[in-house]
């Protein structure tokens, strides 16, 4: 008998859009059984998850639980007592709780796989074995570790970070150094860490190199990359869910429509685009660990720096890239 996966979202309903097609996919294609934790902010989000889930059909009977911040804070508030920057963290920007919130769930040497909302997976298969005392993460270029100030802070206090962090996708097992977590916090500033959602990669990145860590297989494990040549198609007119036909989602497990691709994700589905119907229900490779040093990054706002200068940015940057920051705001 197949062991049970135990998974964890962190979202609010401002996601079902994209999730929908998300959980749609999960439960129609994962073949192994699978305890869902949802976790959103208020009671009224809460119960807009359970009946969003309760109409979603699910042929394999997983098992799914809604909790909201209420339901973390009574379990982790003993838990992280003595962790003051544990407890900011947690009560700071959105993302940053798909770190903190699993830790307040599962027990010493439980299984922890983290999933963003607007992932995809077209095909039957299998998550990859969560090993013992390693992180995997998603493989993306080139790096998404900002803002500025607290990688900084991170090389400043001589903390290793991993270079091409995804944090579409996060296995692990507890249990995890939290004196050394609420350390490193305290030196990306505490309470008073920049509210953006990047910190998170920044913590992931620190702590798959401070435990172990490694890329899950890109081509399993895939994620859109808005590069170049694509933001010139998108300039030009090119319909946005031709770009996903691009993508070799019939060898991937998982896909990752990171950014506004993410709301191309729904009429790709509904005309049939990802229809692959292959299972992928081996195990893939895992990739070594890049290290991100402070040479590379400095080299890389460097290059950002120029590009800014040349006008670059002002010219390639899509008018979708404003819908999406509006739809972040709303």
């Known amino acids: 008998m197949k062991s049970t996966r135990n998974l964890f979202f962190i979202l609010s309903p401002k996601a079902l859009p994209y999730f929908e097609q998300c959980v749609k996919s999960l439960f129609l294609n994962a073949l192994e059984p699978l305890d869902i934790k949802l976790i959103s902010d208020s009671a009224d989000d809460k119960q807009t998850l359970c009946v969003f889930l309760s109409k979603i059909d699910n042929p394999l009977d997983h098992k799914w639980q809604v909790f909201d911040k209420s339901d973390v804070d009574e379990r982790g508030n003993e838990k992280f007592r003595t962790f003051k920057n544990l407890q900011a963290f947690g009560n700071g920007h959105p993302c940053w709780r798909k770190i903190t919130d699993p830790l307040v ?32 993460l998603m ?64 913590v992931w990145s620190a702590l798959a190199m401070k435990i172990g860590g490694a890329y899950l297989e890109p081509r399993r494990w895939h994620c859109y990359y808005n590069s170049h040549w694509k933001r010139v198609l998108i300039k030009s007119g090119f319909p946005m869910t031709r770009l996903l036909q691009m993508e070799n989602l019939r060898q991937a497990k998982c896909f990752h429509a990171t950014g506004p691709c993410k709301w191309w994700i729904k009429e790709a589905s509904e005309k ?29 706002q460097n290059i950002k720096s120029f590009l800014r200068k040349i006008g670059y940015y002002s010219f390639i940057d899509p008018q979708w890239t404003k819908l999406e920051q509006f739809r972040r705001n709303r």
Not at 106 to 124: C, H, Q, R, S, T
Not at 285 to 293: A, D, P, R
């Open 272 to 300: 049939g685009m990802f229809k692959s119907g292959n299972t992928l229900d081996q195990p893939s490779k895992i990739f070594s660990l890049v290290e991100f040093t402070s040479r590379r990054y400095e080299l890389e």
């Open 139 to 202: 493989w993306q270029p080139p790096s998404c570790l900002q803002p500025p100030e607290s990688v900084q802070a991170a090389f400043n206090a001589s903390v290793k970070l991993a270079h091409h962090v995804d944090i579409g996708v996060a296995q692990w097992r507890k249990p995890v150094d939290l004196e050394w977590l609420d350390w490193f916090l305290g030196e990306l500033g505490g309470k008073n860490i920049p509210r953006s959602m990047f910190v998170e990669a920044i």
């Open 105 to 136: 769930f599962a027990n010493d040497g439980e299984e922890i796989i983290v999933l963003d909302p607007d992932l995809y997976f077209p095909n039957k298969f299998t998550f990859e074995p969560t090993p013992e005392g390693t992180i995997l």
